[in-house]
């Protein structure tokens, strides 16, 4: 099985690697290939999203899109996971083997579980913004969240997606994030469904 998945260039280069290593022992012998697609920073609408996708699927057995519901605009594009997902799948048209999935409210969210970790890594005392990760909303979206805590820690650094984010998830069970956060344990269930896994 070969599957696509649309992301956000810096995001792939965050969660590929993590994702991968997460996955290989749930799907022994029934792996698919994933095929990570960097958008350039927003994962494609309307007409060019469907466009996109009908591509894809000439060489793949199924798309996932993943995109952040907050995508920085104003107003913006996305109201919650649900509406970008619905929208997607809107634009995309009738495709079953379309699966669309967004981040509430962007990726780092599905950070903010480890955040020991993070507090390490930043070299900060700060407390973390919510209880529930995926209620941090477009006021403050949990990127910036992030930024603030490595701003202010002892490395007083700004936060890169690329260097930061995959060195939180290093050595952690994406497990552990999927069951505080419904929408990436949505995403993680597509793909080990796909593949004929157990979902997580």
Same mark, same amino acid.
Not at 103 to 124: C, M
Not at 155 to 162: D, M
């Given at each position: 099985?070969?599957? +696509?998945?649309?992301? /956000?260039?810096?995001?792939?280069? =965050?969660?590929?690697?993590?994702?991968?290593? !997460?996955?290989?022992?749930?799907?022994? %012998?029934?792996?698919?290939?994933?095929?990570?697609?960097?958008?350039?920073? @927003?994962? #494609?609408?309307?007409?060019?999203?469907?466009?996109?996708?009908?591509?894809?699927?000439?060489?793949?057995?199924?798309?996932?899109?993943?995109?952040?519901?907050?995508?920085?605009? *104003? #107003?913006?594009?996305?109201?919650? +996971? =649900?509406?970008?997902?619905?929208?997607?799948?809107?634009?995309?048209?009738?495709?079953?083997?379309?699966?669309?999935?967004?981040?509430?409210?962007?990726?780092?969210? !599905?950070?903010? #579980?480890? !955040?020991?970790?993070?507090? *390490?890594?930043?070299? *900060?005392? @700060?407390?973390?913004? *919510?209880?529930?990760?995926?209620?941090?909303?477009?006021?403050?979206?949990?990127?910036?969240?992030?930024?603030?805590?490595?701003?202010? %820690?002892?490395?007083?650094?700004?936060?890169?997606?690329?260097?930061?984010?995959?060195?939180?998830?290093?050595?952690?069970?994406?497990?552990?994030? +999927? /069951?505080?956060?419904?929408?990436?344990?949505?995403?993680?269930?597509?793909?080990?469904?796909?593949?004929?896994?157990?979902? +997580?």
């Amino acid at each position: 099985m070969r599957i +696509a998945i649309l992301v /956000e260039g810096a995001t792939e280069r =965050a969660f590929r690697t993590i994702l991968l290593e !997460w996955l290989a022992p749930r799907l022994v %012998g029934r792996m698919p290939r994933l095929d990570f697609m960097p958008e350039d920073g @927003r994962i #494609p609408k309307g007409e060019k999203l469907r466009r996109r996708v009908e591509l894809l699927l000439r060489d793949h057995d199924a798309v996932i899109a993943l995109t952040d519901v907050y995508t920085g605009t *104003s #107003p913006p594009d996305f109201a919650t +996971a =649900a509406d970008a997902k619905a929208k997607m799948k809107t634009w995309v048209g009738v495709e079953p083997r379309f699966h669309p999935h967004a981040a509430q409210h962007d990726f780092e969210a !599905w950070l903010l #579980p480890y !955040w020991p970790r993070i507090q *390490s890594i930043a070299g *900060s005392r @700060r407390p973390p913004p *919510s209880a529930n990760p995926e209620t941090v909303n477009h006021d403050t979206p949990p990127a910036r969240h992030l930024g603030e805590v490595f701003r202010t %820690g002892t490395g007083k650094r700004r936060y890169l997606k690329t260097r930061d984010a995959a060195a939180i998830l290093r050595g952690q069970d994406l497990a552990v994030a +999927a /069951e505080r956060c419904p929408e990436l344990k949505a995403f993680l269930d597509t793909i080990l469904g796909l593949a004929g896994g157990e979902r +997580a």
